[in-house]
């Protein structure tokens, strides 16, 4: 069984288009997250949920906008792409806050050109 | 703290010898640390959690050592094996009791010799 899944794996888009990857967990978590990985590998927090309520926003552009319809859901809309957007994408969900451990997707990658 | 414009360290290790990787964290009140396995084309799987009223904590081939007078932690990885070849992350929560942020170490990826 899958614990959390993203969809889609692969995404390839123009600069200027609005995009979006959803996310499910079946774990029973009250909190989810989306995380950018760069090409460095380097992996950065953008968004935290607790149940369906944003809790983080990491200076994320406004270009981004999270939605969590449900506490199994969180699913990440891009307007207007940018060359820069390119990444992989990694949605996480853990019980509860800080001091446990996450579960995360397969991830989504995301190429602009 | 962010890295900007770094290289993944890399650790390369013969198969069957123990592998160490390193992570350095910077905040002394952290009281919680997560190492994370990441395969190529998956996301970050968590491998071992630890304490910071401890200073070693078991696993099944693996041991998290936590030294908090010079705030390091490091993953012992016991007769490394081909499938221990991925990315390792230590993550600690930012902030206070309750955060529902995490701060990702740069990664050290580990590569195992035949």
């Known amino acids: 069984d899958t614990a959390v899944s993203q969809t889609p794996k692969y995404l390839v888009t123009q600069m200027g288009n609005d995009k979006s990857i959803k996310c499910e967990q079946n774990?029973?978590?009250?909190?989810m997250y989306w995380y950018k990985q760069d090409s460095k590998k380097f992996l950065k927090i953008m968004f935290s949920y607790n149940n369906k309520e944003l809790i983080i926003n990491e200076t994320v552009p406004n270009r981004f906008s999270p939605k969590s319809p449900d506490k199994a859901h969180l699913n990440l809309h891009i307007n207007s792409l940018e060359l820069g957007d390119s990444a992989v994408y990694f949605c996480a969900s853990s019980h509860g806050s800080g001091k446990m451990k996450q579960y995360f997707g397969p991830g989504t990658r995301l190429t602009v050109t | 703290g962010e890295s900007v414009g770094l290289h993944l360290p890399t650790l390369s290790v013969q198969e069957g010898d123990n592998s160490i990787i390193n992570c350095a964290y910077s905040?002394?009140?952290?009281?919680?640390f997560i190492w994370y396995k990441q395969e190529s084309g998956k996301g970050p799987q968590f491998i071992i959690d630890?304490?910071?009223?401890?200073d070693k904590r078991q696993g099944q081939r693996v041991t998290v050592l936590l030294n908090k007078t010079v705030k390091h932690l490091s993953l012992q990885i016991a007769a490394t094996q081909p499938g221990d070849s991925a990315v390792y992350f230590c993550?600690?929560?930012?902030?206070?009791?309750?955060?529902?942020?995490?701060?990702f170490g740069t990664g050290t990826r580990l590569k195992v010799l035949a």
């Open positions: 993550a600690e929560p930012a902030g206070s009791s309750g955060t529902y942020k995490y701060i």
């Open positions: 905040n002394s009140a952290s009281d919680y």
């Open positions: 630890i304490r910071s009223n401890m």
């Open positions: 774990l029973g978590h009250d909190t």
